[in-house]
């Protein structure tokens, strides 16, 4: 059932004549005709009947416009709720890395609270891949993920990229290793080449930067632990149970020293996701542009922020 057809029917019980009809909506009066016609075909009834020269309503031509009323009514204050500029309302659905969550969303949600009391955000804490497959399967309608200079992800054309900010990385080691502070990268590696590394449990980019730079020093890293949490991975570091990668500028303990990493240089690279079609929509628009207003406020290469 197309809503141009009961829009014909609304005007034709309003004006009560084909022709008026047709000059009221800028079309002919055997146009008109026809798709009344078309419409009575669809609901298996007669909804008009001669009247004279003229046509009236049968009763279920009346009730069908009851009906009518309701239904564009309805889809008109859709059109004005989805369309660009509307005010935000409904709900958003963010899946996204807890450290963009904590440090970007969480701030931008307790704002929204207040300018935009009809718009409501529901939050999911998960890994890049995971947040990816939930925009795939519209579970989620905005993923805040990450991936690595040296290990980017895999470009999918059915989504829309926005990078939101970038940040360096180091190398997590105990705090008495001895490196000089001049040491690049594959310099670093090479002298924990015997340890245990440690490694994200649920993502694997920052598994590929390690395996990668320790190619290039010319050893295989033995990866041995696993953990989703970066205060863990201090605590493994404090522990003696290995090195692994973490966030510069982010607080460590005293048992733990952060290494930076140059030539080359690890680097995070943060992004909003939405799926093409979507942007549109003004809770997505909004909530966005807001991201990407808060992290362009932040120096280039940024720390990261805190786990």
């Known amino acids: 059932m197309e809503t141009r057809r009961l829009r014909l ?23 008109v005709s026809q798709q009344l016609a078309v419409l009575a075909r669809e609901m298996g009834t007669a909804l008009i009947e001669p009247d004279g020269r003229r046509v009236r309503l049968t009763p279920a031509g009346r009730r069908l416009t009851e009906h009518a009323v309701t239904i564009l009514a309805a889809v008109e204050t859709a059109r004005l709720d989805l369309a660009p500029g509307a005010e935000p309302n409904g709900t958003l659905r963010v899946a996204g890395f807890a450290s963009a969550v904590r440090a970007h969303l969480l701030p931008i949600v307790t704002d929204l609270s207040a300018g935009h009391p009809r718009l ?21 309608d905005l993923a805040l993920t990450y991936d690595y200079n040296l290990a980017p992800a895999d470009p999918d054309p059915a989504v829309h990229t926005i990078t939101l900010w970038t940040a ?64 863990l991975v201090q ?73």
């Open 235 to 307: 605590g493994m570091i404090t522990a003696g149970l290995g090195v692994g990668l973490l966030p510069v500028g982010a607080p460590t303990v005293p048992e733990v020293r952060l290494l930076p990493l140059t030539g080359p240089r690890v680097v995070m690279r943060a992004y909003a996701v939405a799926r093409h079609g979507r942007l549109a929509w003004p809770p997505l628009t909004l909530v966005t542009g807001l991201l990407a207003r808060r992290t362009a406020d932040a120096a280039p290469d940024a720390p990261a922020p805190p786990p």
């Open 9 to 31: 029917l609304v005007e034709l019980s309003r004006l009560g004549s084909m022709r008026a009809v047709a000059d009221a909506v800028g079309t002919t009066t055997s146009t």
């Open 168 to 231: 360096p990385w180091g190398l997590g080691v105990p705090a008495p290793a001895d490196v000089p502070e001049a040491a690049d990268a594959l310099e670093v590696f090479a002298r924990f080449r015997t340890h245990d590394w440690i490694v994200n449990s649920r993502n694997t980019a920052d598994e590929r930067v390690i395996r990668t730079l320790a190619s290039m020093a010319g050893f295989t890293p033995r990866v041995t632990h696993q953990a989703d949490s970066l205060d």
């Open 120 to 140: 409501r955000v529901l939050v999911r804490e998960h890994e890049p891949a995971e947040a990816l497959h939930l925009l795939a399967t519209d579970e989620a």
